[in-house]
C-alpha cells in the first residue's frame, strides 16, 4: 500500500475548468482578414479535436512550409516571419513533397535543421500545425509526427520554439537536438498557449532520445498556458516529452501561475514501455511558481512520470505554493516519485498509515488535503488499483456425474477474441470477462434447452481478465437446431452489447463426441460471487483527514 499527498489549490482547479469551455469556444478578439488557399483552408480550420483556435475561421491566413531549406520561400522559418509581420491569428501548415532532400522514406518524416536561432514567435494567434503534414501525404510516420525540427546544427545558445505572445499553438511537431529548451513560453501576460502531440527530446518515432540540452518545455513568467488537454482519451493530446538534459518541463517564476500540465507521458513513451528518462526531473516547479496544476480530469489514468533521472516531481522554494500534484503514475524515477524542498507547497508532510486491519486502513494527513491510497506491491505508482499485494480466494464445490443421457448430441461452446487486461489497471474499461458471458449463456440455454453440462473452463491468470472460456453441453436432439441459432443469437448481442471496447468478440459453437458423463441434473447452479473494494469512506474533521476503505462482501 502506497499513499500520495497532494496539495489542492481550488483557485487552480476552478480556472482551468472554466477555461477549458473558453479555449474551446476560441474566445479571443478577432480580426477580419482576406480569406487564401479556399480549399486547402477549409480542411484545416474544422478545429481539432473539439478546439477552436482564432486561425480556424474562413479569415485567417494559411502559410505553407514547402520545403525543409533553412531560408528563403517556403521555409518554416520564412513562414515564421510572414506569422509575425502579419497581426492576427495565422496557420502554419506542412505541404512537404516526398522529393525533399530532408524525407526520411524509411521514417515517414521530413526533417528540418535549423542553422540558427528560429525567429521568436512574437504574433498572438498563430497555429502550427504539424499533422497537417499527413494530411496531405497520407500515411506518413505512424508512430509520431512527420516533422522534425532538429537543432544540431542551431547556435550553442539556440531554443527550438521560443514563444513570447498567446495564443500559440503548436501541434505534433518532433522538437529535439536543440543547445537551450525545445520549447519556451515566456513573459508575463502571455496565455492561452497549448502544446500537445508533440515529441519533445526523442525521436519521431518515439524509439529513443534526441536530447534537447536543457529542459523539454520551459514555461518561465507566464500564466495560463496548456503542456497538453485534458481528454478522455489519452492519445488525443498527449505528448511525448524524454531524452532532455535537464528537466521534462519545467515552469519557474513568479509569474508563472495557473499553468496546466496534462495527459503526457514523461520519461516514456504512448505505451509506457521504453526508457526516454530525462536527466532531470521529470517536472520541476520553482522560483515562485504558484497555482499550477499537474493533474487531468479523469484522474488518475493518464499522466505518466518514469524513468527520469531525478524525482518525479519536484516542487522548490517557499514562494512556489499551492501547486496541483495530481499525476496517476509516477514509477521508476531516479528520486522520489515528488520532493517538496525549500518551502515548497509549503513543505506540506507526507500522510501516514497509522492502523491496517481486515478491511480496513486509517491514515492521518494535515487539514485541507487530498489524500489518495493505492494498493500495489510492485513499484510505487506503477498500479494504482490492483489486485497485486492482496488475497487470493478459491472456491470448490463437489458435484456428483452421471452417464450422458441419450438422445443428445454435444456441442463445445467458445468465448473468444476478448482484449482481457490486467484486473487492477484495466478492470474500468468495459471489457468483457469471457468467464461471466460464457456462464450466463449457460444459465440461460439450461432453462430454455434443459442443457447439461459436461465440461467448462477459462482464463489462466489470476490476476488477469479472462480472455478465452469454453463449455461442452449436451442438448437434446430434437431441440439441436433450435439451440445453434440459440448461440448464435447470443453472439450478436454480446457483439452488440460490447461494440465499443471488444470489436473482435468471438461466441461460436462447434460440434465434438458425446462424452460419457455430465454434471448430474440437480448439481447445475452456477453463481458469481463478487469481491474487493465497494465502498470507499473519507471523513474530514477540523484538524486532520481520516480515510477509511470499507471492503464489503
Not at 479571443?28 to 482578414?33: S, Y
Not at 514547402?66 to 496557420?91: C, E, I, K, Y
Not at 509516477?330 to 516519485?337: A, E, L, S, V
Amino acid at each position: 500500500m502506497s499513499t500520495r499527498h497532494l496539495c489542492l489549490p481550488l483557485s487552480v482547479m476552478l480556472l482551468v475548468f472554466a477555461l477549458s469551455d473558453m479555449v474551446r469556444a476560441g474566445q479571443m478578439p478577432q480580426r477580419h482578414l482576406p480569406t487564401t488557399h479556399g480549399k486547402l483552408h477549409a480542411l484545416l480550420s474544422s478545429g481539432v479535436e473539439g478546439l477552436q483556435h482564432p486561425a480556424h475561421t474562413a479569415s485567417a491566413p494559411l502559410i505553407l512550409v514547402t520545403n525543409t531549406n533553412d531560408t528563403g520561400p517556403g521555409s518554416f522559418r520564412q513562414a515564421l516571419l510572414d506569422a509575425n509581420s502579419h497581426v492576427g491569428p495565422d496557420s502554419i501548415a506542412f505541404n512537404l513533397p516526398k522529393s525533399d532532400p530532408g524525407y526520411n522514406a524509411t521514417m515517414g518524416v521530413w526533417k528540418i535543421k535549423p542553422l540558427s536561432q528560429l525567429p521568436l514567435i512574437t504574433d498572438d494567434g498563430t497555429l502550427i500545425d504539424g499533422e497537417s503534414q499527413a494530411l496531405f501525404s497520407p500515411g506518413s510516420n505512424p508512430s509520431g509526427p512527420a516533422v522534425e525540427l532538429d537543432g544540431s546544427l542551431a547556435g550553442p545558445m539556440d531554443c527550438g520554439l521560443s514563444i513570447i505572445c498567446s495564443w500559440t499553438w503548436v501541434r505534433k511537431l518532433a522538437v529535439n537536438r536543440f543547445a537551450e529548451m525545445g520549447i519556451i513560453i515566456a513573459g508575463p501576460g502571455h496565455s492561452f498557449n497549448l502544446i500537445y502531440q508533440c515529441y519533445i527530446g526523442v525521436t519521431p518515432d518515439g524509439k529513443s532520445k534526441a536530447p534537447n540540452l536543457k529542459s523539454g518545455i520551459q514555461i518561465m513568467d507566464a500564466n495560463l498556458n496548456f503542456v497538453s488537454w485534458p481528454d478522455t482519451t489519452f492519445t488525443a493530446f498527449a505528448n511525448v516529452i524524454g531524452g532532455n538534459g535537464e528537466a521534462g518541463i519545467e515552469i519557474l517564476g513568479l509569474g508563472s501561475s495557473l499553468n496546466y500540465v496534462g495527459p503526457n507521458c514523461i520519461g516514456t513513451d504512448l505505451s509506457s514501455t521504453r526508457d526516454l528518462g530525462n536527466t532531470g526531473d521529470g517536472i520541476s516547479i520553482k522560483d515562485g511558481a504558484a497555482d499550477n496544476a499537474i493533474m487531468d480530469f479523469d484522474f488518475p489514468k493518464f499522466i505518466v512520470i518514469r524513468n527520469n533521472n531525478q524525482a518525479g516531481i519536484r516542487v522548490s522554494g517557499a514562494a512556489t505554493v499551492r501547486n496541483l500534484l495530481a499525476a496517476g503514475s509516477i514509477t521508476r524515477n531516479g528520486g522520489p516519485g515528488i520532493v517538496l524542498e525549500g518551502g515548497g507547497n509549503g513543505t506540506m508532510q507526507s500522510p501516514s498509515i497509522t492502523d491496517v486491519k481486515a478491511g480496513e486502513i486509517d491514515a492521518n494527513a494535515p487539514p485541507k488535503s487530498l489524500v489518495l491510497f493505492f494498493r500495489d506491491s510492485e513499484d510505487e505508482g506503477e498500479l494504482y488499483v490492483g489486485c497485486a499485494g492482496g488475497v487470493d480466494v478459491s472456491i470448490t464445490k463437489d458435484y456428483a456425474e452421471e452417464p450422458s443421457p441419450k438422445g443428445t448430441v454435444a456441442y463445445k461452446i467458445i468465448a473468444k477474441g476478448l482484449k482481457g487486461g490486467h484486473s487492477g489497471v484495466d478492470i474500468a474499461l468495459g471489457r468483457a470477462n469471457s468467464n461471466k458471458i460464457m456462464f450466463r449463456f449457460l444459465m440461460q440455454a439450461e432453462a430454455d434447452f434443459g442443457i447439461r453440462l459436461a465440461e467448462a473452463a477459462g482464463g489462466d491468470l489470476r490476476n488477469a481478465i479472462p480472455r478465452e472460456s469454453y463449455s461442452v453441453v449436451l442438448v437434446p436432439e430434437i431441440k439441436a437446431a433450435e439451440f445453434e441459432k440459440f448461440v448464435h443469437g447470443y453472439e450478436k448481442m454480446y457483439q452488440a452489447e460490447f461494440s465499443d471496447t471488444e470489436p473482435d468478440l468471438k461466441f461460436i459453437l462447434e460440434k465434438t463426441s458425446v462424452p460419457g458423463k455430465v454434471m448430474n441434473q440437480g448439481e447445475f447452479d452456477l453463481s458469481a460471487y463478487p469481491d474487493g473494494i465497494y465502498v470507499l469512506m473519507i471523513s474530514t474533521g477540523n484538524k486532520e483527514v481520516r480515510g477509511k476503505i470499507i471492503i464489503q462482501r
